[in-house]
């Protein structure tokens, strides 16, 4: 009976060390580039991320260099358990500061999972949290200031009636 006891012991824990190391798989990989991410934490948002996503990360770090990063880690990420399809998956999150339900795609490459995150992720909903706490304006589509209204007509001049 002793042994079957210190077998049991001995594979939960061989279970606890495999799952907190590696971040513990799509779900906590999501949740150290999230946090990363949301608290301007860019270098811990790297560490889980593909060279592409590393490429948007540097993009999106300079456009926020001056954000408050004390307000930031305000921010608690709530990540849902992940939907895995072989090598990818999608975690469901939503933020502390905002309801709305967001998406993060992840690969998993040489046996590690990482954060996909696009050129389309950079001024959409994906960053809304950060945005409205920062009140920057960086999201959709930017108009240039040349930018004619097409839909606008010319005024009318009004002529005067005979009468």
Known sequence: M??????VVALLAVVLTLTSCGGGGPKGAAQKFLDGLYH??????REVSTEETKKNLDNYEQMHQQDNKEEARKIKVEVMEPKVTGDNATAEYKLSNDP?????KLVK???KWL???TKMDLGGAAMEGVDNMTNNATQGAETAPDAVD???????????VAE
Do not use: H, N, Q
């Open 2 to 7: 002793r042994k079957v006891v210190l077998s």
């Open 40 to 45: 301007l934490d860019f270098a811990a948002a």
């Open 100 to 104: 709305t339900v967001r998406t993060l």
């Open 109 to 111: 490459k040489d046996g």
């Open 115 to 117: 954060a996909e995150w």
């Open 150 to 160: 097409t839909m606008a007509a010319p005024p009318v001049e009004e002529t005067p």
